[in-house]
């Protein structure tokens, strides 16, 4: 996985919009797509883990889902609040053990929610 | 009380200079990493170490040397500092599950390296 690419690379939505990003990569050779919400001034927290092609996953208003046979990801936040502004990150883990585990990041979306 | 916590946050030094960043977790993980937020923002891999064993090394000068004194800690010192090494380092830690290896990053808060 060579480079992961996360569109837009940043977004401005207004409170109670809903909105979505996208991560990709040009390789659909990977075991899992992970998402981490990085706020200003902390750390990334992780929010979603995904191995299986058509996989959903939800998290109160956030939730993304994955294509493995295509190589990408779709983040969605349903009725944005200004707490949800925050760097959103994308990692393709490689393999399941050793050295393959190590994830590969994208830059991130940056979003910001106004109120 | 603090997951995956790093010291300094913030360091400030001379080119040339030796210094180490250390990191401690405390929620039982058996991996730990290091990362380094480059100029680009993106978050690169730097070295993995699972139960006190290093197991991810990349391409990174050796004067960048890990050290991990048992599986709560893993350390980065840096030799001869450069220029170029200015930037956030930071370090996680995940459980490698039997089976399940897609266990999260619970990251530190990062540790901002200024060479001047």
Redo the contacts between chains.
């Keep these: 996985i060579l480079n992961v690419e996360q569109s837009p690379q940043s977004l401005h939505v207004q409170e109670g919009d809903s909105t979505n990003f996208t991560c990709s990569s040009p390789s659909s050779n990977f075991y899992a797509l992970h998402w981490y919400r990085w706020e200003t001034a902390k750390s990334p927290e992780a929010l979603f883990v995904m191995t299986l092609n058509g996989d959903e996953k939800k998290k109160g208003r956030i939730s993304a889902t994955l294509n493995t046979k295509e190589g990408y990801s779709y983040l969605y936040i349903k009725g944005s609040q200004p707490e949800d502004s925050a760097t959103y990150l994308c990692a393709f883990q490689r393999g399941s053990s050793g050295s393959a585990r190590q994830l590969t990041f994208g830059s991130g979306t940056q979003l910001t929610v106004l109120p | 009380d603090t997951a ?1 916590s790093q010291t300094p946050k913030y360091l400030v030094t001379q080119m040339g200079n030796d210094k180490s960043i250390k990191c401690e977790q405390n929620l039982g993980h058996d ?1 730990m990493y290091w990362y380094k937020q480059d100029s ?6 730097m070295f ?1 170490y699972n139960n006190k064993e290093l ?2 090394n ?1 391409t990174v000068p050796n004067r960048f040397s890990p050290k991990s004194p048992d599986k709560a800690h893993l350390n980065l010192h840096i030799n001869s500092l450069e220029l170029g090494d200015s930037a956030v380092y ?1 370090c996680a830690s995940s459980q ?1 599950r039997r089976g399940a ?10 540790s901002r390296l200024t060479v001047l």
């Design positions: 995956v991996t680009k923002k993106f978050l690169k891999i993995s197991i991810i990349e930071f490698d290896n897609t266990g999260e990053l619970f990251f530190g808060e990062g």
